[in-house]
């Protein structure tokens, strides 16, 4: 289903790219090539108030700037053949019940060069700082079907998370949003699907159908909340129905049903508008 209306998000920060030509300049170079931590929440006191705070809800209220961000660090991809991808999550820590989130760009600087994916480094920094589990993954690569095939084997609308690392690294209840932009770095088209969902579209020889979204404003996004929030209704009063202290396990174990809520909220609230 393709809907007409338009919303693009312009990446705003210049590109500070230089001539990575000394050492000190190369140094620099991969600087801006490592993951950038842009947010942190405490979600665990929202308990001990008896109100539940779904860390999976950050992906609605988040979107915006995560897109803005991911849009940003693409800027900042090395690719030496302008494969650009930019990507954003929001990484739980279950231990401390917190939320971040980082974005980084892909680098390849040559051919035979290894190829660090935009995923699997914010992935890797997360993992180190104690975040085990991806809630979001936004990430914004080429909106042309023929160069996302070469990569992944499947000519779909966006780049989805690679199958050789990025995948195994998300949990199946990870929500993975996926963008193509255009040349002037403007988010044009968009995909939501669980990691689930994707490790089963790279599981068969099938194209998937195509589902693109065209609409990334803040009122899509807060119209995809409140359906989420109404498609996830039973699983919020089971919630208050535990102890305050086991509420943390009760989260983790309704994952894979929230975020086949969200993906499902994303696509209904776009039909609706
Ligand atoms: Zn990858």
Redesign the pocket.
Known sequence: MIIQKCYKIKSTMPSTEGDPGSATDRKVAESKQAPVQIFYADYSFMDETGKWHDPFEYIFTNAVSSIGAALDARERSNSYRKFQVGATSLSISDERQEITSFAAP?SKVAKQAT?R????KIIDRAKDSGFNFTAGMFVVGTADHKKIEEVTGKPTPTLH???????PALDESSVVLSFGADKKLQAESMEAHTARELWEIYDTDELPAERVLYDFSPESFALAHTVYLDLTESVRSSHYKYPVEARKFHEIKTRTQRSEAVVEAIYTAQLER
């Open positions: 892909n190829r994916c935009a995923e699997i998370p690679c199958v050789i690392s990025c995948l």
